[in-house]
């Protein structure tokens, strides 16, 4: 969703991509295999594509269409998925690349929306 122009992705494009070390925690390093198995996975819940039509397969998220989710639900499950458990404030301000909500009730309204769908969960207050 951040850089819509570069997919679909190679698959050595793709494991770049989970392994690139600026603003991400934990820092991973996944091999090729490792990314394959999850797109294998991804594929069979219909949640990514592969695609063959050029010189080397390329693959894409297909989530939102799996899903039928709109930009914003996206853009906080992206985080979600990315980053960990955060609050609506991290969550805010951490979407802005890929939908700026006009306020906090907004993206607490798009979590809520999320829970009710089951494709998010309210942790308890945790200490830090």
């Known amino acids: 969703m951040a850089t819509p122009e ?3 992705l190679t698959l050595n494009a793709l494991v770049n991509a989970c392994n ?5 925690n934990p820092v991973v390093s996944f091999d090729e295999s490792t990314v394959l198995d999850a797109i294998d ?6 949640t990514a594509w592969q695609s ?14 799996s899903l039928n989710l709109v930009q ?15 609050t609506v404030g991290e969550l805010r301000g951490r979407t802005e690349r890929m939908y700026s909500f006009d306020s906090l009730a907004e993206a607490n309204d798009t979590l809520q929306e999320l829970q009710e769908r ?4 309210q942790m308890a207050r945790r200490p830090g």
């Not at 397969?57 to 269409?65: R, V």
């Not at 089951?118 to 969960?121: D, Y």
């Open 20 to 24: 690139q070390k600026s603003n991400r």
């Open 6 to 8: 570069y997919y679909p």
């Open 41 to 46: 996975g991804l594929k069979k819940y219909q």
């Open 118 to 121: 089951k494709l998010a969960k």
């Open 52 to 65: 063959n039509a050029a010189r080397v397969p390329k693959y894409e998220q297909h989530f939102d269409k």
């Open 72 to 86: 914003r639900e996206m853009s906080i499950i992206c985080l979600l998925l990315l980053r960990g458990p955060q």
